[in-house]
């Protein structure tokens, strides 16, 4: 946002609300955005959105859930919309509770709200201890809570474990969710094109598509990073859409691009793929030291870079 004669503006940062759900918390993580405006709105779209159109400077997103897997909505966000940059990552552990409005017990509820993700999550527990409930989706996981003091559509709803000190519910029921250790990874979305520095725990996103459909294309993908000694830690796929069996790949790659090995790889998927989307590369939210075969060194693909150098300009060889 543009400064002020008072100064600078302060800058405004989109997230997935109301208050209190999972995504603010990720947000709150971000130290750039402390004492900044934050401003909820109703779905990743909306988000990104207002990145694109200049009303936020930033939005957080819901990438990757490590139980149910990849956020395809925003994957698919991503994959299609030009101009994002991805510049940071967070990981916000994921608990649910089971709210009601007051004097709800829970031989009555019939009908569920719940974000679907939330739900998905929370399905073993639900189907023990309410097998002949219904589902209605909401857009997040606060929204089902406050849908209750709204209308009686439902009787109970997915929630986090804080909603109670925001609207007037009661907890039916605590953490419900199937894995007590489950994670919701986040990531902070601008329009920048400056890359974070380097810091030696940092990840690298893209997204390819396969230029054929036939034995070996995806491999011939792979290999990209693998002979390069780069480790990939998510693989997905997503439906192109255009016809059956065409895929794009997202894939995150442990480097940053600034390192050699990082950028040899993209370079050889740039030659491979017809279509590839650098999302960007920055800090690892765990803060892991990326470990990798000292034969993928940077000195060692400079020194080679050197070596032909030397061979096509003539240089006597040792």
């Not at 401003?39 to 988000?47: D, K, L, P, Q, Y």
């Not at 994921?94 to 009555?108: E, K, Y």
């Not at 990798?292 to 032909?308: K, S, T």
Request: glycine residues 8%; charged residues 20%.
């Amino acid at each position: 946002m543009a400064d002020t004669p008072d100064g600078p503006a302060l800058r405004t940062y989109s997230y997935l609300g109301p208050r209190g759900t999972f995504t603010e918390a990720a947000l709150a993580q971000v130290a750039e955005a402390v004492g900044q405006n934050w401003h909820s709105v109703n779905n990743v779209g909306e988000a990104l959105d207002d990145v694109l159109e200049g009303r936020s400077d930033a939005a957080v997103i819901a990438i990757e859930n490590s139980i149910e897997g990849g956020v395809s909505v925003a994957q698919d966000a991503l994959a299609t919309i030009p101009g994002l940059r991805i510049i940071g990552e967070y990981l916000v552990p994921v608990n649910f509770v089971l709210v009601a409005r007051p004097g709800t017990n829970l031989a009555d509820v019939r009908v569920i709200n719940a974000h679907p993700v939330a739900y998905a999550q929370c399905h073993l527990w639900m189907d023990a201890a309410l097998p002949e409930h219904g589902h209605i989706p909401a857009t997040s996981n606060v929204a089902a809570a406050s849908a209750l003091l709204d209308n009686d559509l439902a009787d109970a709803a997915i929630a986090p474990p804080g909603i109670v000190d925001q609207y007037d519910v009661e907890v039916l029921a605590e953490n419900i969710g199937d894995n007590p250790n489950a994670v919701t990874r986040f990531l902070l979305v601008s329009r920048t094109t400056v890359l974070p520095e380097p810091t030696g725990a940092d990840k690298t996103s893209l997204i390819a598509e396969l230029p054929v459909d036939r034995a070996g294309a995806l491999l011939e993908l792979l290999e990209q990073f693998s002979t390069r000694g780069v480790n990939m830690s998510l693989l997905e796929s997503r439906p192109i859409g255009d016809a059956l069996g065409r895929y794009r790949f997202i894939i995150d790659a442990d480097g940053h691009i600034r390192d050699e090995r990082v950028a040899d790889a993209l370079l050889g998927v740039r030659r491979f793929s017809p279509s590839v989307r650098f999302l960007g590369s920055y800090p690892r939210a765990d803060q892991a030291s990326i470990e990798f075969d000292g034969r993928y060194a940077d000195d060692v693909f400079v020194e080679a870079r050197d070596w032909l150098r030397g061979l096509i300009s003539g240089e006597p060889q040792d």
